[in-house]
């Protein structure tokens, strides 16, 4: 088992940055790739960003990439979302997940799920 918590989520403006950490804990953290992915309401949840085991490959949905970035710390267990140019339509719950495989965009691809962290941007 893995257990993943989120932080770092908040009101902000149009424009302002934020950091999501998720720290995990329970297996070893370097033996699994690590997504971001979000949910705003009445919609699916979808893909934010992914990284390797390794950190060393990064993956993004468009919307986000270049304003957005993932990293991971395998020593304090700890993946974050530097979430930088924030715009409304960002505004969701955001979640991290874990998958055994390979970095993925694929939601049932992940075997484990934080609880979320709520990110709202307004204009």
């Known amino acids: 088992q893995v257990q993943l918590v989120e932080s770092g989520g908040g009101l902000v403006q149009a424009g302002a940055s934020l950091r999501l950490s998720c720290a995990a804990s329970?297996?070893?953290?370097?033996?699994?790739?690590m997504g971001w992915f979000r949910q705003a309401p009445g919609k699916g949840r979808e893909f934010v960003a992914s990284?390797?085991?390794?950190?060393?490959?990064?993956y993004y949905e468009d919307a986000v990439r270049g304003r957005f970035t993932i990293s991971r710390d395998n020593t304090k267990s700890t993946v974050y979302l530097q979430m930088n140019s924030l715009k409304p339509e960002d505004s969701a719950v955001y979640y991290c997940a874990a998958a055994i495989g390979p970095a993925s965009p694929v939601v049932h691809q992940y075997d484990y799920w934080g609880q979320g962290t709520q990110v709202t941007v307004s204009s």
């Open positions: 329970g297996r070893t953290f370097s033996d699994y790739s």
């Open positions: 990284v390797s085991w390794s950190g060393r490959n990064t």
